[in-house]
């Protein structure tokens, strides 16, 4: 299985976020590897060590986002490769689409590619499927458990985690599969993992060098980021001498406010 | 008059999302404001009954692809439709589940246009419109815009906007279309239910429990269990049950923190958070959950919100309207017991 997982980097998820003059700041929080994509990366390996192969890490981003592909590079994948280019600064979905897409043509005889959900940043959840559209390959998204994958038959089977439920999908390969937190438990780098990792040289791809000669212009911007406007609200403790008493005062309030 | 703002309904198991009359009634808005009309987008197998029910709720054309192939959502199939069906519409709305996501988004790749998900309020500027989402988890907010290419994908957040009342009597056309079938590639080949009994994206009401569920240490497992964590499980059941009690009494939908999703307590489907579901409903009752951050950014825009925990200091009484200091395992029972006197259960 020739498997590739896009992964990025994002501001922890404690961070506090802030803007100033439209950039956003995560302060001294340190970068990691987006919590969703933890999953894939986890997913990619045990595939790999169930049916051979190679995972490959691939993140469009900053030199920063190096540090995101050590840490899936440390927890087992076989190489990893940075897509940065100054003309993608205020790539949209649609191009960096465009672009992961390319890369994983690049790479060539790609059987799947693993996303997490999202990304807890922008959060817009569609980069895994908008790629597969554009690779014209299957998508199985919100993936919860792969129950069957069949690298000679070429086939793939998942739960995928709808709010109404679990839709069980079976596909081809190639296949393009994110994953939802509860399809595994992502491993810690082992020690002679990070070793491996910082020694290793990441290459750099540009535009030109997966054979984009033109960078696609965004469809969307965004004119303005703010912070939402702090709702003030004074909790009021409800007290009583027995509990009975405190849930009697709580539900009065309750019905009250007119919430029940 | 062309009716140019698109509006696609999803639905699952022949039941309408609430969420997609949200987002009719957000179609019929932008049309009366950019004078155009609506036109719903009605697509699967034997759903004749929901085009009907859009025209009620405000659309003023509904395009129907009734199709055995469409019986159950596979994304390949109902976006190539979809985007065979929108290429000439000016603004074309979503609501966000499970489906339409994905859906949207790979639509504006055929159509080679923008999309912005999650959308929590939008103004018009000129003829495009300018849409407000979440950015960090709702720590940011940021406005996005799509200027040139058309249409504009926007997918509307689950209950920012309020649902129409439909009307029986208002009027318009179904016009049947041919689906775009293409190559097949997925089958579906079942379902099984949700661990977490219903959507809490849609629920009016979520009552949650956290890791101090499992926190009552006056209660003796049965003798067999005798493994530490079995015993911290059983304990969480009965805590739960509590929980499960008081959500049953207010018809709520239940919801978790990932400490006790993560313990075992509970399944991830009923997580909310960063990484479990996002809600905002109209009371939001947190049951031994401290308010980290990242639980926070589930449920911060829940109109109501009350918080019942030990510790008067934990974090969640600063969003908290009404708030209880006290063990779980007194107020809940009794909080149960008080709703179900003065809502005559
Ligand atoms: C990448 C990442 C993503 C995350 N995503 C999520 C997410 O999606 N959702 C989420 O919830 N968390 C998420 N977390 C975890 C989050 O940081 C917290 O660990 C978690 O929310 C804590 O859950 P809790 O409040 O139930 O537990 P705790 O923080 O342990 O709080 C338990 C609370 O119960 C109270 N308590 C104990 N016993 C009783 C009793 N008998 N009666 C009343 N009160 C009692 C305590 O005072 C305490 O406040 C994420 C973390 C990371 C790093």
């Known amino acids: ?260 | 008059m062309a009716n140019k703002i698109f509006v696609y309904i999803d639905h699952f198991g022949g039941q309408v999302l609430p969420a997609s009359w949200e987002a009719v009634g957000v179609a019929r808005s932008l049309a009366d404001q950019l004078s155009s009309g609506v036109t719903a987008v009605v697509l699967g197998h034997e759903v004749e009954g929901i085009a009907n029910q859009s025209i009620e709720y405000g659309a003023d054309q509904v395009l129907l692809g009734d199709d055995p192939e469409l019986k159950d959502y596979r994304p390949e199939l109902f976006a190539g439709t979809l985007s065979h069906l929108a290429a000439e519409a000016q603004v074309l709305i979503l609501p966000t589940t499970s489906r339409t996501r994905e859906l949207a988004g790979m639509v504006a790749v055929d159509l080679e246009t923008g999309m912005a998900p999650d959308v929590i309020s939008f103004e018009i500027d000129g003829d495009a419109v300018l849409a407000t989402r979440p950015i960090y988890a709702g720590k940011l907010l940021t406005k996005v815009v799509c200027r040139e290419k058309r249409p504009q994908i926007i997918t509307l957040q689950t209950r920012a906007f309020p649902k129409p009342e439909p009307e029986s009597d208002r009027s318009g056309e179904v016009v049947r279309v041919e689906v775009v079938i293409g190559e097949i590639v997925t089958e579906v080949t079942g379902y099984k239910p949700s661990e977490a009994g219903v959507s809490l994206a849609d629920a009016a009401i979520i009552v949650s429990g956290g890791r101090g569920v499992s926190n009552n240490p006056k209660l003796t497992p049965p003798n067999e269990i005798t493994d530490e964590k079995e015993q911290e499980i059983w304990r969480s059941q009965q805590g739960f049950a509590l929980v499960r009690d008081l959500a049953e009494t207010l018809g709520a939908a239940m919801g978790a923190s990932r400490a006790a999703v993560d313990a075992g307590y509970i399944p991830y489907a009923h997580q909310v958070g960063q990484t479990g579901k996002v809600v905002s409903p109209d009371l939001y009752v947190a049951c031994g959950i401290s308010g980290a951050i990242q639980h926070l950014a589930g449920m911060r825009t829940s109109k109501m919100i009350v918080a019942i925990n030990r510790d008067s200091e934990a974090p969640i009484f600063k969003l908290a309207r009404f708030g209880v200091a006290g063990d779980l395992f007194d107020i809940v029972p009794a909080l149960t017991q008080a709703l179900k006197e003065r809502l005559g259960k």
């Open chain 1, 1 to 260: 299985m020739n498997i590739v997982v896009c992964v990025k980097q994002t501001p922890d998820t404690a961070a506090t976020v802030s803007v100033e003059d439209g950039v956003v700041s995560w302060g001294d929080s340190p970068l990691v590897l987006n919590p969703w994509d933890e999953y894939a990366v986890e997913e990619a390996l045990r595939i790999r060590e169930a049916h051979s192969g190679q995972v490959t890490a691939l993140s469009l981003g900053p030199e920063a986002a190096m540090e995101a592909l050590k840490l899936a590079l440390a927890m087992g994948c076989e190489q990893a490769i940075l897509i940065n280019d100054p003309a993608l600064e205020d790539a949209d979905p649609l191009v960096v689409s465009k672009v992961l897409a390319a890369a994983i043509n690049k790479i060539g005889e790609v059987d799947l590619v693993l996303f997490g959900r999202g990304s807890v940043d922008n959060d817009t959840g569609i980069t895994g499927p908008q790629v597969a559209r554009r690779l014209n390959w299957p998508v199985l998204s919100l993936v919860a458990d792969i129950t069957s994958l069949d690298p000679e038959g070429r086939t793939i089977a998942v739960e995928r985690m709808l709010d109404e439920g679990r839709q069980l999908v079976r596909g081809p390969l190639p296949a393009v599969v994110s994953v939802v937190k509860g399809i595994n438990e992502p491993r810690y780098p082992s020690f002679m993992g990070i070793r491996k990792a910082s020694r290793s040289e990441i290459p750099i791809w540009s535009t030109a060098d997966i054979g984009l000669d033109e960078v696609p212009t965004p469809a969307m911007t965004w004119p303005e980021i703010f912070a939402p406007t702090k709702v003030e609200t004074e909790c009021e403790m409800i007290e009583g001498e027995t509990p009975e008493e405190v849930a009697a005062r709580l539900a009065d309030r309750l019905i009250e406010e007119k919430v029940i």
